[in-house]
């Protein structure tokens, strides 16, 4: 028998984020990135690039086999992974180019740990990491490639209805990181940068870079909000260039 006017359909919700609390819950006590990418959210809510640990093993592989082809396979070269998360792409990275050295570098110390932790369980003289939340401490022309897959970039962006991101990361800031990124690449050197935010092409570093590579998206896969220099929403905008070669000086 139905009762009239049953308030028991709100009710039924009630189950369902009991169990998305519990879930979350047991991966908070279970799950080291999880729990440290969590506490780096509630402690660094604004203008910080990619608070989620969104990461697996050989993610990129038409972009890393592209970048393999460009520098060589057997080259001694040094490589830098800038937001590298738990390191997987580290990892990966020194699959594809076994006599390169290589760096990966995020804000979140957590992220840090459980990196240094794996590297701790295969040993690799070549391969390190440190905290850091910008390529500041990174010398001059250093190296052959720094990748930024998906750091540039906030995930809340992709939120229905959102036109503007300066609630949570400004293109000041991406600007700036580009920037920074170009100092510390070699004349000749790739710049990776994919699932941004931002264009590249709209920075002033840009016109020291030459497009190579240009990756489309896959026809039903997510779209990446793109939004202009005035932290406004570009609709319909989709920005495919993805690797970048340091132009040399000039003679």
Request: charged letters at 20%; aromatic letters at 10%; proline letters at 8%.
């Amino acid at each position: 028998m139905t009762v009239p006017n049953s308030t028991s359909l709100p009710g039924r919700k009630r189950p369902a984020l009991v169990i998305r609390a519990m879930r979350r819950l047991w991966r908070l006590t279970v799950d080291p990135a999880f729990r440290h990418m969590t506490w780096f959210r509630v402690l660094h809510s604004r203008d910080v690039f990619q608070p989620f640990n969104d990461t697996k093993p050989n993610r990129y592989p038409r972009i890393f086999s592209f970048v393999q082809s460009q520098l060589g396979v057997d080259a001694r070269l040094r490589l830098l992974s800038y937001g590298c998360s738990t390191g997987e792409e580290v990892f990966s990275l020194s699959n594809y180019f076994p006599n390169a050295a290589v760096k990966g570098v995020d804000i979140n110390p957590g992220n840090i740990a459980v990196c240094r932790r794996r590297l701790k369980r295969t040993p690799d003289s070549a391969i390190s990491f440190e905290t850091a939340s910008s390529t500041h401490a990174e010398p001059d022309a250093a190296y052959d490639a720094i990748f930024c897959m998906a750091v540039l970039r906030h995930g809340d962006l992709g939120q229905p209805g959102v036109t503007r991101c300066d609630h949570l990361i400004e293109f000041e800031g991406f600007a700036s990181a580009v920037a920074d990124f170009a100092r510390c690449l070699k004349p000749g050197g790739l710049l990776i940068i994919r699932y941004s935010n931002f264009r590249f092409c709209d920075t002033a570093t840009a016109a020291n870079f030459a497009t190579v590579l240009s990756v489309p998206f896959p026809v039903n896969g997510q779209r990446t909000p793109i939004f202009g220099p005035d932290n406004r929403l570009m609709r319909g905008i989709e920005y495919t260039d993805t690797v970048f070669r340091k132009k040399s000086p000039a003679p």
